[in-house]
């Protein structure tokens, strides 16, 4: 009977050693795993600015806007039921996140602010405008993600955004009102925020306009 107990003991003891180790191993591999989480590197450029330490935020104003061609519209301005474009590239090449972004246009410095807007966001995939995976996410915000596979493989994605001056479209091509949305006025007083944050899966919401 003794010789029983003393087994029992062994087994228990054992048993124990196991749990203790494997209750160990479990935890050392979560902590590596949140470790090597935080500490993923972080390398990136915004049209071709590096802002890895600079909060990975920047603003700047719009240099250009490019302008399909619109034959009531005088060459270059922006007018009513027109619209312009301008691109934003992220390079994460040299990271290892999935990476975030969040586009806002800042129209409070403008006279029209209430008939500005984003008219539309594209990610440019050899050379096509495609829709799918921006996201309207604020008034004036578009957010997106960059998959770790294009990360991995150095791949810079450019997302095109289109400004809009959101009136209906006559043919008198009215060039006086064509005036006030100047392209030299706009790329003074139209600032672009950018703010690039590493993606961990949360779903991207789209905004509710209210009115």
Known sequence: MKKTWILVGIVMLLFTSYQIATSYAKYTAEAEGTAEKQS??????????????????????????????NEFVVEGKLAPASNG???????????????????????????????????????????EEVSEGMVRTGTHTYSGTIPLTDVKNGVASTMRFYIGWEE??????DEEDT????????????????????????EL?????SY
């Open 205 to 209: 919401e789209e905004y509710v306009w």
């Open 168 to 173: 209906e479209e006559t043919e008198e091509g």
């Open 179 to 202: 005036q006030i949305g100047n392209l030299k006025d706009l790329t003074t007083d139209l600032p672009v925020n950018v703010v690039v944050s590493q993606y961990s899966g949360e």
């Open 85 to 127: 474009y301008f691109d934003v590239v992220i390079d994460p090449t040299g990271s290892s996140v999935a990476v975030r972004f969040d586009v806002t246009l800042d129209v409070s410095g403008l006279n029209v602010y209430d008939s500005i807007n984003f008219t539309a966001a594209y990610r440019v995939i050899n050379g």
């Open 40 to 69: 993923g590197a972080w390398v990136i450029k915004i049209n071709d600015n590096d802002i890895s330490n600079s909060n990975s935020e920047t603003t700047f104003n719009i240099d250009e806007l490019v302008f399909p061609e």
